[in-house]
């Protein structure tokens, strides 16, 4: 009774682990003869002469030994050898030098042993599970799964999947409007599987390019069937993403298939991402024209790309410059992620003013980098920085803000000088002409008074002559 009560305690152990946990009875069969083996091993030395019979599904258990027949008085080790005389009594026929197969109860083991025997393969089957899932979520990387929010924590989710599973979903690894409860489901692509000391960690990701891209395979059947394919994906998690397409079918339109009809089949996908913006365009190996579908909806005057400096300038009109930038400079950081260039905006202005400075030239005063920000955002002169906002330099540049004063102090002093300066000119000028029409008034002021005074003095002349004739008359 004794024995039956072990056999049925030990497949307890393993049948119970069988079910939850999926693993497959070959294993389990081997799992089970290995560990009978070492404890045989311990107690007899050898158990090369031992067979066990292992049936997972009925919970049949049976440990047979052989040992061959020896005379009574020949007996060296019992494990290997048995007397002839103990032979005889379980069959009459035996003789000497045959072997003899005789079950070995589970008490020859001795109480102890069966438990830490029961221990033993509790804890070999959870390795076993360990690497079971494991192995199988390492074969799922950049796959989406599904699980049910089981556990919400300051800076993880845990999730359960289907058969119990833990899987972990980072807060770093969330788009930033993510907000589940306990009890809801939530998709995800399984970004990595870590193993530390036999521990495995799967790590889910929401944030990841992979994740949108395989959420269009999944809304879109061209995709899924290979007839579009996926070029290129530059993402901002829960803000906006760019997706470039290509078609090998002339026949398909790759953004029209990827939109849907009054954008049916994106819908899907953006609400899956919590409202994020996604552009899809066509992909082309014509890079002036990739940057410029990349940029879109800004309208482009003119491209230089410099192949070696994996640079682009860009020419808009001043008016296209903010739609090239984007809230945040989100449109050109993703243009520049898809595309692979470092995409700098310039403002394309016919009449050029010959008072406004290049940024390059205070690179003597302002960090290099600073500069290289300020370009990004369409600010390539002093004057475009002067008549930018000092909000949308700190919010858009990502500068300090006493990063951004020092710089607007800078550009500001330039100026000031150049205006003095120009004062100063303009003020000596004044001076000049001012001298030069004194001078000239001063003269005909002269002229005009010898010439009104020589009148005069005649006529009294002339006067006292008369005046004079007639007294010599009278």
Not at 84 to 95: G, N, Q, W
Not at 288 to 297: E, M
Not at 440 to 445: F, H, I, N, S, V
Request: net charge negative.
């Amino acid at each position: 009774m004794g024995k039956k009560k072990e056999t049925i305690s030990l497949i307890d152990t393993f049948s119970e682990f069988n079910e939850l946990k999926n693993i497959d009875k070959a294993t389990l069969i081997s799992v089970l003869e290995e560990s009978f083996r070492n404890v045989i091993s311990k107690t007899n030395g050898t158990d090369e002469n031992y067979d066990i019979i292992i049936n997972p599904d009925k919970g049949d258990l049976e440990i047979w030994r052989n040992r061959t027949i020896v005379e009574d008085d020949e007996l060296e080790d019992p494990n290997l050898e048995i007397t002839l005389s103990e032979a005889l009594k379980i069959d009459p026929d035996f003789e000497v030098g045959e072997e003899v197969t005789d079950e070995v109860s589970l008490d020859h083991f001795g109480r102890r042993t069966i438990l830490n025997l029961r221990q033993t393969l509790a804890s070999k089957i959870l390795e076993l599970e360990k690497d079971n899932l494991y192995n199988k979520y390492k074969e799922k990387v950049g796959e989406i799964v599904s699980g049910e929010v089981y556990q919400v924590w300051k800076k993880e989710l845990l999730l359960l999947d289907d058969e119990h599973n833990e899987l972990i979903l980072p807060k770093t690894e969330q788009i930033p409007s993510d907000f589940f409860r306990k009890g809801e489901h939530a998709r995800a692509v399984v970004a990595r599987v870590e193993n530390k000391n036999n521990n495995p960690r799967i790590i889910l990701s929401r944030t990841s390019s992979v994740f949108l891209e395989r959420l269009f395979e999944q809304e879109i059947p061209e995709i899924a069937d290979g007839l579009i394919t996926i070029k290129g994906i530059a993402r901002i998690p829960g803000e906006r993403a760019k997706v470039s397409v290509e078609a090998y079918d002339d026949r398909i339109d790759p953004v029209g298939a990827c939109v849907g009809m009054k954008g049916f089949r994106i819908h899907g996908i953006v609400r899956e991402l919590r409202n994020e913006n996604i552009d899809v365009i066509n992909f082309t190996n014509n890079t002036n024209l990739y940057i410029q579908r990349a940029l879109s909806p800004a309208k482009i005057n003119s491209i230089t790309v410099k192949e070696e400096e994996h640079r682009a300038e860009v020419f808009l009109n001043p008016e296209e410059v903010s739609l090239a930038i984007g809230k945040g400079g989100a449109n050109i950081k993703l243009a520049s992620m898809l595309t692979g260039y470092n995409i700098e905006v310039f403002r394309d202005i016919d009449e050029v003013d010959e008072e406004d400075i290049y940024l390059d030239e205070f690179r003597d005063e302002i960090d290099g980098w600073v500069i290289d920000q300020l370009k990004k955002i369409g600010c390539s002169t002093a004057k475009n920085v002067l008549a930018t906002n000092r909000e949308r330099l700190i919010r858009e540049a990502d500068l300090e803000e006493s990063t951004v004063d020092e710089i607007l102090a800078i550009l500001r002093y330039e100026f000031e000088d150049e205006a003095e300066e120009e004062e100063e000119e303009e003020e000596e000028e004044v001076t000049d002409t001012d001298i030069d029409t004194d001078d000239t008034d001063y003269t005909e002021a002269d002229i005009d008074t010898e010439a009104a005074a020589e009148p005069e003095t005649d006529v009294d002349a002339a006067a006292d002559v008369d005046a004079e004739d007639e007294e010599e008359v009278k």
